[in-house]
């Protein structure tokens, strides 16, 4: 039994599958009453819940909205469409299927969380990393409470995984041809398992997190509980590239800045990447030993000023930070 907004695409899928295994139903998860109606269907037409995989989850801002990434970009329409739609259907049809699985004395729920619940990162914006966090926090809650009822509950965080949201095919219900579709992902694959990854070779498709839900709901997984599974070819083990994200977080402050007709905030292009007013702080927290002689020592090249020389000449601030860099100041 599965579920969608797109009643065409999901009478194409279940058609795929053998007959009588697979059964579409058309339901929103921003609807509790359809996300139950979901559950009840499945319970009626096998008499039982032995799994269920909380899987729903796209873009954090609603249809025709921008995406709010920038923190400051935060509203009450975004925060309530995504707590929803990214935890709380998640929470809602674990809420349905307890009682179900309670009377059976076992089941095992499985969570589709991410790896910006464990990271930030460039890709996911606040409100998504957000609701992911709660989610794979509150797989554990709900590990605590079902374990004694015989029930499992674990969470699986793809990386990045050539699935709409990351090979721009989610759309908002635009529609894009086929061959589009097909190009698109072609190149995000080729991205994905040809260095983009740690794990080098073949993987970062929807499959690999599919074999990982398999296991948590198999019998294998029998003393599994309360886990956060990362599929994600390694990223989340191996540090990344943190100046390339300093850079694109000033260049987004910098728009953000220029949007909005604010004067926008001087930064330094040393290697510290902090802005000119705190490397000058840094500068006057450091005081030089006297020499014998009474008069102050050159200051030493420091990593938070060692920029100093390449500020434009002539500027207030650069000469007056090269002055006290090179010269050095008396108490």
């Not at 499992?152 to 219900?173: D, E, L, M, Q």
């Not at 943190?242 to 850079?247: E, F, K, L």
């Amino acid at each position: 039994m599965f579920c969608g907004r797109n009643e065409e695409l999901g009478r194409e899928v279940e058609k795929r599958q053998p007959t009588g295994t697979a059964q579409f139903v058309r339901a929103d998860v921003l609807h509790e009453d359809e996300i139950k109606a979901v559950i009840d269907t499945a319970v009626d037409r096998w008499g039982r819940l032995d799994i269920l995989f909380n899987n729903a989850g796209g873009s954090s801002s609603p249809p025709g909205s921008p995406r709010a990434f920038n923190i400051e970009d935060v509203d009450e329409e975004t925060f309530k469409y995504s707590q929803w739609y990214l935890l709380g259907s998640c929470m809602v049809a674990t809420k349905h299927a307890s009682p179900i699985m309670r009377g059976q004395h076992s089941g095992s729920i499985i969570n589709n969380s991410s790896k910006g619940a464990h990271q930030a990162e460039v890709a996911a914006d606040p409100l998504y990393s957000a609701a992911k966090a709660g989610q794979s926090n509150y797989t554990k809650a709900a590990a605590m409470q079902l374990g004694p009822m015989g029930i499992r509950v674990n969470a699986v965080s793809p990386g990045a995984i050539a699935t709409p949201i990351f090979w721009g095919g989610h759309t908002h219900g635009q529609q894009i041809t086929k061959d589009h579709k097909k190009n698109r992902l072609a190149r995000f694959v080729r991205n994905v398992s040809g260095g983009m990854m740690p794990l080098k070779g073949a993987g970062g498709e929807a499959w690999d997190i599919a074999m990982a839900c398999v296991y948590l709901g198999s019998d294998e997984a029998r003393w599994v509980t309360g886990i956060d599974l990362v599929v994600d070819g390694g990223m989340l083990a191996v540090k990344g590239d943190h100046v390339g994200t300093s850079d694109q977080m000033r260049q987004m402050w910098e728009a953000h800045d220029e949007k909005l007709g604010r004067k926008p905030t001087p930064y330094c292009r040393a290697r510290c990447g902090r802005p000119l007013l705190t490397i000058l702080r840094l500068a006057n927290r450091r005081r030089p030993r006297r020499a014998p002689s009474g008069r102050a020592k050159p200051l030493r090249w420091h990593r938070a000023v060692g920029g100093a020389e390449r500020l434009r000449a002539g500027s207030p601030v650069g000469d007056a930070l090269r002055h006290r860099v090179v010269h050095g100041f008396r108490r």
